[in-house]
């Protein structure tokens, strides 16, 4: 038997013997995301393309869980575990069955390029809806917590995880083919690094994705720098490295770092990145003949994409996860899960007392707005295709329209020129106030959708490239909320969007504001059951909303100085780590040590109490500041949280670890170290900032700790 075949071998000896039969030219074809068969191996062909990034993206029917913004909301990593590991099983579902018929296209493989763990630094980004907010501890769990859950503990990995875009990645999208990010080596550690080194060491991701642009001059997909001193080097990554999608390309047409194709392909292989999403690296061959590299260097880029394939059990002759079927993809309870991660994810921004409504005192409810029945908005960007969606007016339709007139406004588009090539605007808006004036209550839905925030390519949005040019409400969009409110009816402003909207108009005029994000096909329900009382809302912010963005640096600076909660001088509109409940509840701290030493981590308990008149799930969370040292980040950082279930009156203990480098600063050579005199640690349920106190009224237990 070849050692290849031998799965009682180890997977590297496994992946050396199968690439020592190639021949060069075979071995460089496998560098391609498309890599084609090796039949006289048994190598079938491969297509390495494949998202997963709130479901399994792009490949037909799955589950469509809420967008990664969303599912940050809910703080808690073990659930998102748990969605993954769904995502994985559907994944599987679909791939076995794709292989009964021989279907090796793009999207149908077992290498998920997910999830994107770039930090959303500043709110005009297109893409930060695809993240996990804009903390590098918040982003570090959960991006943890996917990864293991795509991959799976078996003796074969269910999935693989691609940790993306590495790693100084956030915007502007119009330039980033050409852009170079520059961050000093306090900001790469201190904000940048950390969720890709977590993902490495702690997630063991078998993936990791380059960015289109350069960082500190050198491209990202071909950085000495920070692929083989840094993550093969210090962090000891052993996966395989992935290209973004003709990212090499752009190395001599954009970048000028090298002259032609082949000293851009040369410069990728020798860096490390060993597949490309181009067609890039059909120049290999030329490459080698002209001596800018050498076959070894083809030979260990090989290796490593065939032993991510065996691991994936593709030489196996059985896997564990060959008896997955296709019944098992799209199931009802996964549909069901969707619905459940979307209620938890919403986060209450305001409530004058309207919510919860009580449908027993209501005649009549007007549902408002451009996203009201809008599919579109329920699936973000990079989403697969739902069986079945709700929209926000069917999932109310469905609950209220046997007892209570259910009013209909589309209002206004979302897209200003769109109403004017239509020449529908004023027509809508007298429409919308005539059944707000008719109604009750107003559910009004306005924001954004992936047409409008995301990807350069992908959106509607050419002028800007898929980013936000401010944050204001899109469109006329404003004028509709404003002519809406002055119908002298309480409005509930329900804002689905991925990103942070400064809508200080409406937190001054509005009943209540719920933030939706993109909630997935079930996200109807989900609201629904929010607005009725069904369930609380427990979704927390894992981003700054903020009032403007005269205070923020200029989009192109990297420099984290007043950017995120972390070094904020203003206030925000809505802090990060912020969001009402429909109950309230207490938090003390028993007991915690004066004293801690260098070196270690901490374990706090926490008494945390529903005296509310609502069953809740509330988000405990700890933030730390270092003080006695000009080194700390300005503010505090979140180090720990925990999501916590409880019903009427129910009081629980909470066990939090606060890990070693929670105690540390970075000095500005990037380096973490012990600087100071102690600690600062607040407990409660938001950050410790005058705003989250002003807004909840309920302010963190403070504690000081010695070192």
């Known amino acids: 038997m070849d050692i290849y075949l031998d799965e009682s071998r180890g997977v590297k000896e496994r992946a050396k013997d199968l690439v020592s039969k190639m021949t060069l030219e075979e071995k460089a074809s496998q560098l391609r995301y498309d890599a084609p068969a090796v039949e006289r191996l048994g190598i079938p062909s491969y297509n390495w393309w494949n998202e997963a990034l709130h479901g399994v993206a792009r490949a037909g029917t799955a589950t469509v869980f809420p967008q990664a913004i969303g599912l940050a909301a809910i703080f808690d990593d073990e659930y998102l575990y748990e969605i993954a590991d769904i995502i994985s099983t559907e994944a599987r579902a679909k791939y076995n069955e794709y292989k009964k018929h021989n279907d090796r296209d793009i999207y149908k493989g077992l290498t998920f390029w997910s999830p994107n763990i770039n930090i959303f630094r500043d709110p005009r980004w297109g893409r930060g809806h695809e993240t996990y907010g804009e903390d590098p501890y918040l982003t570090s769990r959960l991006g943890v917590a996917f990864i293991r859950g795509l991959q799976g503990?078996?003796?074969?990995m269910k999935t693989a995880a691609c940790a993306k875009h590495y790693v100084v990645h956030s915007g502007p999208e119009g330039l980033r083919h050409e852009f170079d990010a520059i961050a000093s080596k306090k900001d790469m550690s201190e904000t940048y690094f950390p969720a890709f080194e977590a993902a490495v060491k702690e997630g063991k991701v078998e993936a990791v994705m380059g960015a289109y642009n350069r960082t500190n001059g050198e491209p990202c997909c071909g950085s000495k720098t920070l692929i083989i001193e840094n993550l093969r080097g210090k962090w000891g990554f052993d996966g395989h490295f992935v290209s973004d999608c003709w990212a090499i390309r752009d190395f001599h047409t954009h970048h000028h770092v090298t002259k032609n194709v082949r000293e851009s392909v040369a410069l990728a292989l020798k860096s490390g990145c060993d597949l490309n999403c181009g067609n890039s690296y059909l120049h290999l061959m030329k490459a080698c003949k002209e001596g800018l590299i050498t076959e070894e260097d083809i030979t260990i880029a090989t290796e490593r994409l065939m032993a991510t394939r065996i691991k994936l059990g593709m030489f196996d002759k059985t896997c564990e996860y060959d008896s997955i079927t296709y019944e098992q993809n799209d199931t009802a309870e996964h549909r069901a899960k969707s619905q459940e991660a979307a209620a938890k994810s919403m986060v209450l921004l305001k409530n004058d007392g309207i919510l919860p409504l009580d449908k027993n005192k209501l005649k009549s409810i007007a549902v408002i707005g451009p996203n009201a029945d809008s599919q579109i908005v329920l699936k973000g960007n990079y989403h697969g295709t739902p069986s079945k969606t709700i929209t926000f007016l069917e999932g109310?339709?469905?609950?209220?329209?046997?007892?209570?007139?259910?009013?209909?406004?589309?209002?206004?588009?979302?897209?200003?020129?769109?109403?004017?090539?239509?020449g529908q605007?004023?027509?809508?808006?007298?429409?919308?106030?005539?059944?707000?004036?008719?109604?009750?209550?107003?559910?009004?839905?306005?924001?954004?959708?992936?047409?409008?925030?995301?990807e350069q390519g992908d959106t509607g949005n050419s002028q800007e490239g898929g980013d936000k040019a401010d944050l204001n409400l899109p469109g006329i969009q404003q004028e509709l909320l404003e002519a809406v409110v002055s119908a002298g009816k309480p409005v509930v402003l329900v804002l689905a969007v991925g990103s942070a909207?400064?809508?200080?108009?409406?937190?001054?005029?509005?009943?209540?504001?719920?933030?939706?994000?993109?909630?997935?096909?079930?996200?109807?329900?989900?609201?629904?059951?929010?607005?009725?009382?069904?369930?609380?809302?427990?979704?927390?912010?894992?981003?700054?909303?903020?009032?403007?963005?005269?205070?923020?640096?200029?989009?192109?600076?990297?420099?984290?100085?007043?950017?995120?909660?972390?070094?904020?001088?203003?206030?925000?509109?809505?802090?990060?780590?912020?969001?009402?409940?429909?109950?309230?509840?207490?938090?003390?701290?028993?007991?915690?040590?004066?004293?801690?030493?260098?070196?270690?981590?901490?374990?706090?308990?926490?008494?945390?109490?529903?005296?509310?008149?609502?069953?809740?799930?509330?988000?405990?969370?700890?933030?730390?500041?270092?003080?006695?040292?000009?080194?700390?980040?300005?503010?505090?950082?979140?180090?720990?949280?925990?999501?916590v279930s409880l019903k009427k009156g129910e009081e629980k203990s909470v066990t939090m670890e606060i890990k070693p480098d929670a105690f540390t600063v970075v000095n500005e050579d990037g380096e973490r170290i012990y600087s100071g005199t102690g600690f600062k640690l607040f407990i409660g349920i938001s950050q410790p900032d005058a705003r989250s106190v002003e807004l909840l009224g309920v302010k963190p237990v403070e504690i000081d700790i010695l070192i």
Not at 427 to 443: M, Q, T, Y
Not at 511 to 537: C, D, F, H, N, V
Request: hydrophobic share 35%; glycine share 8%.
């Open 153 to 156: 503990n078996g003796k074969c």
């Open 396 to 422: 109310i339709q469905e609950e209220l329209e046997n007892s209570v007139r259910v009013f209909y406004s589309e209002g206004c588009h979302l897209f200003k020129d769109r109403v004017e090539n239509l």
């Open 425 to 454: 605007a004023n027509d809508r808006i007298s429409e919308a106030v005539s059944v707000a004036k008719l109604s009750d209550v107003v559910i009004l839905c306005l924001g954004m959708d992936s047409t409008i925030e995301g």
């Open 501 to 643: 909207l400064a809508v200080g108009y409406a937190h001054e005029h509005c009943a209540a504001i719920l933030q939706a994000w993109y909630p997935g096909s079930m996200g109807g329900r989900a609201l629904t059951e929010l607005l009725l009382g069904k369930k609380s809302p427990g979704g927390k912010l894992p981003v700054t909303f903020y009032k403007n963005t005269e205070s923020l640096p200029d989009f192109t600076d990297y420099s984290m100085k007043n950017r995120t909660y972390r070094y904020l001088e203003d206030d925000a509109l809505y802090p990060f780590g912020y969001g009402l409940t429909y109950s309230n509840v207490e938090v003390t701290v028993p007991e915690v040590p004066e004293k801690i030493k260098k070196g270690e981590g901490l374990t706090i308990t926490a008494c945390i109490e529903n005296k509310g008149n609502f069953d809740v799930e509330e988000v405990l969370q700890c933030y730390i500041k270092v003080t006695g040292t000009d080194l700390a980040v300005r503010n505090h950082n979140l180090c720990a949280f925990k999501r």
